[in-house]
């Protein structure tokens, strides 16, 4: 009994402190932006049977079809001490599926049973076929004026960051562990299924704190 009590307590928690529900990435026919003709909310990124396998498989249960992966301007500067890989990878990659404006938001592997096709309300900068064609919202491919993704957190080569080991638990995660050599990704300072501080950041921008979890000003 006490363990059916405890894992009530933890979902309770869970569920109170973080959701997609009645965000901008809530896709539902509920949603607050862009709504489809689909009532589930987690179907847009997830699904928990015939999802992405292999390489594909970029985070838990994929259930998007890979964006193209070419094409992609990452940034560069003569005095950054990480190594920029050629494209987003991993958790980035995912978030591109979308943000890069090259497919619709409801391309999925796996549709919801009963749902021949997806249907989209405009809205939140998603057009009537379901792209992100206008707003901060779309990165597009040209990421050459943006915070560098898919980069090598190395604060063993830059004395400006901090040590990764010491990041404040529930706050910037680097890929896959916060350690020297891990990744920086757009899922580093942004928590996609919790927009309590919006735009879905990780950690609040009053007094900068967002940015100096990392960096020392």
């Known amino acids: 009994m006490k363990s059916r009590v405890l894992l009530l307590l933890v979902a309770?928690?869970?569920?109170?402190?973080?959701?997609?529900?009645?965000?901008?990435?809530?896709?539902?026919s509920s949603g607050p932006g862009v709504k489809t003709n689909i009532t589930q909310k987690c179907v847009f990124c997830h699904t928990p049977h015939g999802s992405a396998t292999g390489t594909a498989q970029i985070i838990p249960l994929w259930n998007k079809t890979t964006t193209v992966t070419t094409g992609f301007t990452m940034y560069s500067s003569g005095t950054i001490s990480g190594t920029v890989d050629t494209t987003p990878t991993g958790a980035s990659m995912a978030c591109f599926t979308c943000h890069d404006g090259t497919q619709a938001v409801g391309n999925m592997i796996n549709l919801p049973n009963g749902v021949a096709s997806v249907t989209y309300t405009a809205g939140g900068g998603v057009n009537a076929t379901?792209?992100?064609?206008?707003?901060?919202?779309?990165?597009?491919?040209?990421?050459?004026?943006?915070?560098?993704?898919?980069?090598?957190?190395?604060?063993?080569?830059?004395?400006?960051?901090?040590?990764?080991?010491?990041?404040?638990?529930?706050?910037?995660?680097?890929?896959?562990?916060?350690?020297?050599?891990s990744k920086v990704q757009c899922a580093s300072c942004h928590q996609v299924h919790d927009n309590t501080n919006p735009p879905f950041l990780r950690v609040s921008m009053t007094n900068s704190a967002l940015c100096t979890t990392c960096h020392i000003k």
């Open 12 to 28: 309770t928690s869970l569920s109170l402190s973080a959701t997609i529900a009645g965000t901008k990435h809530d896709l539902s």
């Open 130 to 181: 379901g792209f992100i064609a206008s707003g901060v919202n779309l990165l597009g491919k040209d990421l050459s004026n943006d915070h560098p993704v898919s980069i090598t957190y190395t604060q063993n080569l830059d004395s400006g960051l901090v040590n990764p080991t010491s990041f404040a638990p529930n706050t910037v995660q680097l890929f896959p562990t916060n350690a020297n050599g």
